[in-house]
């Protein structure tokens, strides 16, 4: 007796995907699923609107590759779970396209900050070996070779609301320090795609690379704030956010994602925002003052999903506040980020414990927040040598 119930189907651990593009293009890229975790791939394989014969034969043969590269990855994920995985040819691979994939997989999860150091990372890459480099070729000798490249190598930056003169200056040692920790992460994420046993930067001393600089973070004082409270910016919606931010020390992106639902009253009636870090995942309840609520838009109709800052992306966002920050007669290199230094700065310099302030910023090590303690010591000790030689 035959049984008649149908089986189920197993899901397939690779999907093909398409992300609408402006002007009417598809991008075609791969979900891929296993193991409780999911991973996305962009092949640079792109669907036209059909207008003409020829646009209907393209996208005919994008499909064709993208089925056929589906099943090449499906073999691969098989090969893995049973062993078979050949390494040493997935190191043939080559590794500038695999960081753009990487970017663009990034992109898809809107870690714009993220891609922008990606970019800048792979033009520096291309610069000192080439675009034709292997995994094969990532060894020590190469990481320690980037690393004594960037100390020569002059800033690339093309980001909106970067000045064009910064272009042909050398890069500065933060700079130096963000690429070489950019490029580790990138190999630690090769690691974790099973294309590299280990990441070699890990195998470099620490005199082999770039130092994190000591933090000179820029922040606001109280008179400056007042100073930009009373001038107008062109962009009010970035006023009214930043300056949100200079009073509850949310980061860009937490403030950008905000929605009015996020905003509740606590048992004892105080307002309190309850929200998922973007950078950490990890879910927050933040009391917030009145002086922060004085700063949040007029909510007239807005539903509690709405978006309370529907801010643009970080560049731009800068690029308005550099015209309001000068139009303020501050000479300061303000970034939106400079709100969270702010709060800090206020907190630490107004008594607050330093164990309380990290709580609030979410820090997760006590010594993130210890920096901005050290700046408050330091412009003390500059205030009292003021003092110095006053008698003479």
């Not at 801010?311 to 800068?318: M, P, V």
């Amino acid at each position: 007796m035959t049984n008649s119930r149908k089986q189920p189907k197993a899901k397939e651990p690779v999907k093909i995907r398409f992300k609408q593009l402006s002007g009417g293009s598809q991008s075609i890229y791969f979900d891929i699923y296993r193991n409780g975790k999911r991973l996305y791939e962009f092949p640079k394989l792109y669907l036209v609107p059909e207008r003409t014969p020829e646009d209907k034969e393209l996208n005919r043969r994008m499909l064709d590759k993208a089925v056929r590269i589906k099943a090449q990855r499906i073999d691969e994920l098989s090969s893995k779970e049973n062993g078979f995985v050949n390494m040493g040819l997935k190191q043939k691979a080559n590794f500038i396209r695999y960081l753009q994939a990487l970017t663009e997989r990034k992109e898809a999860e809107g870690k714009t900050a993220v891609c922008d150091t990606y970019r800048s990372l792979i033009k520096h890459l291309i610069l000192y070996k080439g675009d034709g480099l292997s995994f094969k070729s990532v060894t020590r000798e190469y990481c320690c070779g980037f690393s004594e490249y960037l100390l020569t190598a002059e800033n690339l930056s093309s980001r909106r609301g970067i000045p064009a003169s910064a272009k042909g200056c050398l890069l500065s040692k933060g700079s130096r320090y963000g690429y070489s920790r950019a490029l580790s992460i990138v190999l630690n994420c090769a690691v974790q795609d099973g294309i590299i046993p280990d990441n070699p930067m890990k195998k470099l001393t620490r005199f082999e690379r770039p130092k994190r600089p000591e933090s000179d973070r820029e922040y606001l004082g109280l008179e400056e704030i007042r100073a930009l409270v009373k001038t107008e910016c062109i962009k009010p919606l970035v006023k009214s956010a930043f300056l949100f931010s200079c009073f509850s020390g949310l980061r860009f992106s937490d403030v950008k994602a905000l929605r009015w639902d996020d905003i509740q009253t606590d048992h004892e009636g105080r307002k309190q925002i309850c929200f998922t870090q973007q950078k950490t995942k990890k879910k927050e309840y933040l009391q917030v003052s009145d002086e922060a609520l004085k700063f949040l838009p007029e909510r007239g109709t807005a539903m509690g999903e709405d978006i309370i800052y529907p801010l643009s992306s970080s560049g731009f966002t800068n690029q308005a506040l550099k015209s309001w920050v000068l139009a303020a007669g501050i000479k300061k290199r303000v970034t939106f980020h400079v709100a969270r230094h702010t709060n800090a700065t206020l907190l630490l310099s107004l008594g607050v414990p330093i164990e309380t302030v990290s709580k609030l910023l979410g820090h997760a090590d006590m010594k993130t927040t210890q920096i901005y303690a050290k700046v408050i010591d330091k412009n003390k000790r500059e205030a009292v040598s003021k003092l110095d030689g006053l008698t003479d």
